[in-house]
């Protein structure tokens, strides 16, 4: 080695220095071709300096840009317009055995060096890129499990700025995330009145005086105006030196639960006064399990809320009166063993011992798992209606009394007729019999017994027609029997034949053959028939040249048996014809008006009809129907 040709001090130092540099270090002159290519650079790329000195750098590329390289080089020559020189860039590298890596690359151009020649700087960046990559990675895989809470996700810096805000929370608040950050969170979403007192609780969470997770409700104001209330939870944000930077929020949107929970609330609360007023109280029964009521059930019972509800076999015993316990027990049994459904009245004891009447309804079922026995049911308070309605039983029965009492008065002159000719017959008899013993030839005995005989059928006769009147007139309740329609009408004859005879007019019967029995109580239906009766006599006396005829029939129907009283009377105008059945309308003089009406009541509540019909050749024929008695 001559001296000439041994390297000198300064390029031994170079050499040195970059096979001790870290970085590839690669020089090419102006063609692209290498002419230094260090340690580093041979570590990196898998070739050995002699083998790379001299050919093209582009053998360090991968495709497209090896083949792109000698143009861009060319390219700087001509214009020394420099993409890379002095900049530095993300380039991919490839290795001898053809692998590619990332790689940051410096490039220099060797000012003065003649020919051109550029140094450039390679760093491998595979495990840089790799932590950036996986930091990214993880910062989208948070980003989307923020996006993916169903609650709204709030961050604040320490001036209350929203710092970070999920897709949940920009959807409640009708904004997109660039309007919402960097926004203060108070002024932008929260209504006037609490902004103030919010911001200070911020404050006071931040200054560690106020509990960061205590639960708090707040109202939000939306984009559009709306409010929501959310419930929020907050945690303090601190920087690694344990700093506090702000605070993180989850947000509840609770508008609508809040609102069915208000809702749900005021329909309990209508539903309370509702059983409150109707005396209605609902209760659950399982088993196992036990019992739930609902308020007003305590009420009903007079039982203690503070006590629970009183469970099945104790309720029948302490709270069912003990004269139906016996039967609601029955009932009970067979609703859960047989029928699966309870409805029936009995009384229950308060422990005061007031009696109430009660109504119970309940179904009974089992739960979902099959196994469980439920009772729904409900407990209604019918005292005070079963009173009225007895009350009002009574009044109706006293008014029918009182308007059979007034028929009667109608038909006194005939009555009192009836009732006089026996008494006159009896007189007359009895003035013979006396005669006759006092006759000085004695007696003849026959005629005294023909005599006697007589005093004895018009005494008869006479206590007949009195009977019927005490049974017709004598203030009872109603009761029914099975009853043969033609036979009323019979019985009814002696009744009312005294009144047409005295008023002239011939009554006249029209049975059907036979007629199916019916359930009825007797004197109610003669109160109605001799009403009816009545009726046609008045509008016989009112007809002048009028058929002095009623006739009182009976006909099979093909469901009812009809009994109807036919007269050629007056006959009914149109004008009156809407308020005949009202009671008190009366266009007699000495009327009540009460015949027709309680005549109707009558034949209703013997579930029938009653109504009328113009009579062919003029007059009225007033009928009412029975359902026949259906024999098993
Ligand atoms: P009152 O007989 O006391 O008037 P009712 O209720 O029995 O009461 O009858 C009401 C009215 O119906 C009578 O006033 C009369 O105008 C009319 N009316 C009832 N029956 C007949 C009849 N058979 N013919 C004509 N009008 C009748």
Redesign the pocket.
Known sequence: MTAASAPGRAELELKALLDAAVDAVIVIDHRGCIDTFNRSAERLFGWRATDVVGKNVAVLMPEPYRAEHDGYMGNYMRSRHARIIGIGREVVAQRRDGTVFPASLAVGEIKGSNPQRFVGFIHDITSRKAAVDALRRERDRAQSYLDLAEVMLLALDVDGRIALINRKGCEILGYNEAELLGRDWFELCLPERTRDHSRAGLVDVMAGTRDPLSHIEDTVVTRDGQSKLIAWRTSLLRDERGQVVGTLSSGEDVTERRDAEQRLRKSEALLRAAQEIAGLGNYEVRSPGGSTWSDQMYRIVGCDPAEGPVEPPEFVARVVHPDDAEHVNREWQRAITETGKLDLEYRIVRPDGTVRDVHAIAQVGTDADGETVVVTGTLHDITDRKRAEEEMRQSQEKLTHVARL?TMG?MATGLAHEINQPLTAIATYAQAASRLVNSAAGADPDDLRDALTQITNQALRAGEVIKRLRGFVKNRSMHTETLDLNHLVEDLRVLAEPDARVNDVRLTLDLAPSVPPVSADPVQIQQVLL??V???I??TN?REGAVREVVVGTRVRPDAVEVY?M?R????SPK?VD???N?F????A??????????RSIVRAHLGRLG?RDTPGG????WFTLPPLRTA
């Open positions: 007034s109608e009403n009816l009545r009726n046609a008045d509008a009112e009283v007269d009377g007056a006959g009914i009156i308020n005949l059945y009671p309308f009366t266009t007699k000495a009327g009540t008006g009460l015949g027709l009406a309680i005549s009328h007059g009225t024929t007033f």
